[in-house]
């Protein structure tokens, strides 16, 4: 169950079907639940952090589902949702529901399962404003951190472009979502630890990191001189624990994607390098799951290529590009 959490994409259908044909009746489930929990406090309690503490239970209550014969479909029908477009339509002031619904056609139904309702009205009020500038930001200080949340139409090279500006200011992104509906619109969340308290101990940088992320992804400033300035203070510092760099793909773990997994070295501008190793290759990121134990990166993607999950041949290029550029 903890592997599930931390190297699967828990609100993928097929992997919870997979979990609970493994786990097989809801007592057993209640159980093993428990046991996990135990298990990873008394291994080392501060390796439980919140966030997975809440996927534990997000599996849990999938799984549960699942062994109740209640699974959900894959994409959002917005016209389906009547007590969610209500509790939009009510906290967005009245919008008109005509609007609600096309934001929210073609959103995975993970969509629903990742984020509450009141933070999808938050997105939703987000959205109105793209008609007023092509890119909306939101960052906001959690109890570990921060969030930042992005909305813009879809382009090559986004989700990597995103995490070279944190990795340039020295965010250490714990978790990341990214969706995209139906008309292309892209919503990408990045949870990310503050190591030096940048934005913590000086208000006045958050306005000039919104307004870095801004230039470099309209395109006026660069991210290849913000990196490399971070990177070379970084790599000056060998690291305590060396870790072998392992590159796995699963084309059976998803029904419409091909599963890539990725184990190495933790350091600044790694997931940059790699999502812009998959954009090179023409790869689609559906849904990234980032996580961090100690030094040791555990990466996982679920990707697609023209739609279509990755071919044979895909597979071992991006192997081999993968291995060069983190290696």
């Not at 470099?216 to 070379?232: D, F, H, I, N, T």
Request: net charge negative.
């Amino acid at each position: 169950m903890s592997a599930t959490v931390q190297r699967r994409d828990i609100f993928d259908p097929t992997t919870v079907s997979a979990f609970a044909a493994t786990v097989g009746t809801l007592e057993r489930l209640q159980r093993l639940c428990l046991l996990t929990y135990a298990d990873i406090h008394a291994v080392n309690p501060e390796a439980l952090t919140p966030w997975k503490a809440e996927m534990l239970w997000q599996l849990f209550v999938a799984t549960a589902n699942h062994l109740s014969r209640s699974l959900d479909r894959d994409r959002l029908h917005a016209s389906d949702e009547n007590s969610l477009l209500e509790q939009i339509h009510t906290a967005a002031g009245g919008a008109p529901r005509a609007e609600i619904e096309r934001f929210l056609e073609g959103f995975p139904r993970r969509y629903l399962a990742v984020h509450s309702a009141a933070e999808i009205a938050g997105h939703f009020t987000l959205y109105r404003k793209l008609g007023s500038a092509p890119l909306q930001t939101e960052l906001k200080a959690e109890r570990h951190g921060f969030s930042l949340t992005l909305l813009t139409a879809d382009r090559p090279r986004l989700f990597s472009t995103i995490a070279g500006v944190l990795a340039a200011w020295g965010m250490n992104i714990i978790k990341a979502d990214a969706f995209a509906n139906a008309a292309g619109v892209v919503l990408d969340t990045f949870h990310f630890a503050d190591l030096h308290r940048t934005l913590e101990l000086n208000p006045s940088e958050v306005d000039r990191f919104q307004k870095s992320l801004s230039d470099v992804l309209s395109g006026k400033a660069a991210l290849e001189p913000l990196l490399q300035s971070r990177e070379s203070a970084s790599r000056a510092r060998p690291p305590k624990v060396a870790v072998s760099t392992a590159v796995n793909f699963d084309d059976a773990a998803s029904t419409h994607s091909t599963l890539l997994e990725i184990v190495t070295q933790d350091r600044p501008g790694l997931l940059y390098d790699m999502g812009a190793a998959l954009a090179r290759l023409d790869c689609n990121i559906e849904v990234a799951l980032i996580d961090t134990e100690g030094q040791k990166a555990i990466d996982v993607f679920y990707l697609t290529s023209r739609g279509k999950k990755l071919d044979a041949q895909k597979r071992e290029v991006l192997r081999e590009v993968l291995e060069g550029t983190i290696g």
